[in-house]
C-alpha cells in the first residue's frame, strides 16, 4: 500500500491521479500514523509556503511519524524543501533529513518564480534510472534546495540547484514528477520499485 | 535552462471543445480530454482550457470535464473563463486544475488576485490582460477587445505581479486573429518591466512569428489556438524549427 501525507499543503488530486495512471495498486491519502507506518512506500506532496507546511506538519505531530518511517519516502516539490535543514521561507527550521539549505531564487536576469520545464542531470541517481538524458521535468517555485552532499540530480535555473536529494530511505524532488508526462511517470515507478 | 513553452489553448462549452477541430485519428475532436491528451502526446509543455459556457449548468459540465482532464494529463493545465470569485478558483483547484487565470474580473476587482494567490500559491494564479494600442499607448481592455479600460498594460502588469499574479498572459487584440505575428517590441518591454514569466498569446500565423517572439520577444512561453487546431502547423514541427533555431525547448 502507497500512503499519500493528507495535510495542509495544497492540493493533492494531481499526485494520486497520476498514482492511478501507472497502476500503482492500493493509494491511501492519510494522516493516520498507522496508515504511514504500515506504507510500503510514503509520498508527501507540498504546493504553496514551506514554512505553513512545517508548522502543519509539526502541530498535528506528522513531522515525528515521519522522521520515524524506515521504508522509502518521497518528498515532492515543497514536501522535499521541508525535508531539508533549513529554509529562508519563514526563516525556519526543516525537519533535518536532507543537509541542505533552502534558498529564494534573486530575480536577476532569471525569471522567478522558476516556471517549466527544465533538465535534470543526475548520474546513478536511481529515480532516473531507465531515462535517456534530456531527462525533463516540470518546476513551479520560487525557493531552491542548494547544492549538498545529498544532491542526487541537479537543474540550473541561474545558478545550479538540487533537483533530486536522496539520503538514506528519503528521496525528494524539486519537480512534479506527477505532472511531468511520462518522464514523471517513470520516476514515480522508480520510486514504487525502490 | 528552462525552456520556452509551447501551450495550446482549448475552447470548451458546455463541456465540448469548440472551434473546427480536425483530426482524423480522433474519434471525437469535440472532446476537450481527447484533443488535450493528444496534443501533450505531441509535446505540448501546458494546456490551456478556456470556459466560454454562458450558462450555469454550462459551468458545472466544466468543473466535472477539469476532474477528467486532471484525470487523465500528465501535463500541466490552466482553466479560465468566467472565473470571479475566490470560489470559483476554490472549485477548480478541487476539481484538479493546476492553475487559473483571471482577466476582467481582476481588472473590476484587482484584490481578487490577493485573495486567490494568498490562498493557494502564486503559481496557481494567471493574470490575462487582453491590451490594445490607442493613440500610441497599450490600454487593457474587456469584453474580447471592446471595451477599453482606463488601466494601462504595463502598469496593470506590474501591479498583478505585485498582487501575487505568477505569470502574465498577454495577449494584443489588435493582433490576435490576423495571424501576422505577434508586436515583439511590446512583449519586450513588458518582459523587461516583470520578473514573473509571460506568456505570448495572439497573432502567431508561422513557426517564424512564435520564434521571434519567444526570441526578440523575450517570452517565456507561446499559446496559440486555431494554428494547432486547424493542423497549420502542428506541435512536433514547431518545436523542432524553434530548437534548430537554438531555442530551448522540451523535446520528447
Not at chain 1, 525533463?136 to 541537479?154: L, M
Not at chain 2, 499559446?223 to 530551448?248: C, D, M, N, W
Amino acid at each position: 500500500m502507497i500512503a499519500v501525507v493528507d495535510y495542509e499543503a495544497g492540493n493533492v488530486r494531481s499526485v494520486l491521479h497520476a498514482l492511478e495512471r501507472i497502476g500503482a495498486g492500493e493509494v491511501r491519502l492519510s494522516a493516520d500514523p498507522e496508515i504511514l507506518r504500515s506504507a510500503d512506500k510514503v509520498i508527501l506532496p507540498g504546493v504553496g509556503d514551506a514554512s505553513v507546511a512545517l508548522e502543519s506538519l509539526r502541530r498535528s505531530g506528522l513531522a515525528e511519524v515521519l522522521l520515524s518511517l524506515t521504508r522509502p519516502v518521497l518528498g515532492i516539490c515543497v514536501g522535499m524543501q521541508v525535508l531539508c535543514r533549513h529554509t529562508e521561507e519563514g526563516d525556519v527550521d526543516g525537519l533535518g533529513v536532507f543537509d541542505a539549505e533552502v534558498k529564494r531564487f534573486i530575480p536577476d536576469g532569471i525569471k522567478v518564480p522558476h516556471m517549466g520545464w527544465n533538465t535534470v542531470e543526475g548520474k546513478g541517481c536511481a529515480l532516473l534510472e531507465g531515462l535517456t538524458d534530456p531527462v525533463f521535468a516540470y518546476y513551479v517555485h520560487s525557493f531552491y534546495a542548494e547544492i549538498s552532499p545529498d544532491t542526487a540530480a541537479v537543474s540550473v535555473h541561474g545558478i545550479p540547484f538540487s533537483a533530486i536529494l536522496q539520503h538514506g530511505n528519503f528521496s525528494g524532488t524539486q519537480f512534479h514528477p506527477e505532472k511531468s508526462g511520462p518522464a514523471g511517470a517513470k520516476i514515480l515507478q522508480n520510486f514504487l520499485s525502490l | 535552462m528552462v525552456c520556452k513553452r509551447i501551450i495550446p489553448c482549448l475552447d470548451v462549452k458546455d463541456g465540448r471543445t469548440v472551434k473546427g477541430v480536425r483530426f482524423e485519428e480522433l474519434r471525437d475532436a469535440g472532446d476537450a480530454v481527447e484533443l488535450g491528451a493528444r496534443y501533450a502526446r505531441e509535446g505540448a509543455d501546458e494546456l490551456v482550457y478556456l470556459d466560454i459556457s454562458a450558462t450555469r449548468e454550462g459551468r458545472n459540465t466544466f468543473t466535472r470535464l477539469v476532474t477528467e482532464i486532471s484525470r487523465r494529463i500528465d501535463i500541466p493545465f490552466t482553466v479560465g473563463g468566467g472565473i470571479a470569485s475566490l470560489q470559483d478558483a476554490a472549485r477548480l483547484l478541487e476539481a484538479g486544475a493546476d492553475k487559473v487565470s483571471i482577466n476582467s474580473a481582476a481588472l473590476r476587482t484587482p484584490s481578487l488576485i490577493d485573495e486567490i494567490a494568498g490562498h493557494f500559491g502564486n503559481q496557481f494564479v494567471v493574470v490575462a490582460i487582453d491590451a490594445r494600442e490607442v493613440d500610441g499607448r497599450w490600454t487593457a481592455a474587456t469584453h474580447g477587445g471592446s471595451r477599453l479600460t482606463g488601466r494601462g498594460l504595463f502598469e496593470w502588469a506590474r501591479e498583478a505581479e505585485k498582487r501575487g499574479a505568477g505569470e502574465i498572459l498577454f495577449t494584443s487584440m489588435d493582433h490576435d486573429g490576423t495571424k501576422a505575428g505577434y508586436p515583439c517590441g511590446t512583449y519586450r518591454k513588458l518582459c523587461g518591466e516583470l520578473h514573473i514569466p509571460v506568456i505570448a498569446s495572439g497573432g502567431a500565423g508561422t513557426v517564424d512569428h512564435i520564434a521571434d517572439v519567444l526570441t526578440e520577444g523575450g517570452a517565456d512561453a507561446a499559446l496559440a489556438a486555431s494554428i494547432f487546431h486547424y493542423g497549420e502547423i502542428t506541435i512536433p514541427v514547431l518545436k523542432q524549427a524553434l530548437s534548430e533555431r537554438g531555442i530551448a525547448i522540451r523535446t520528447i
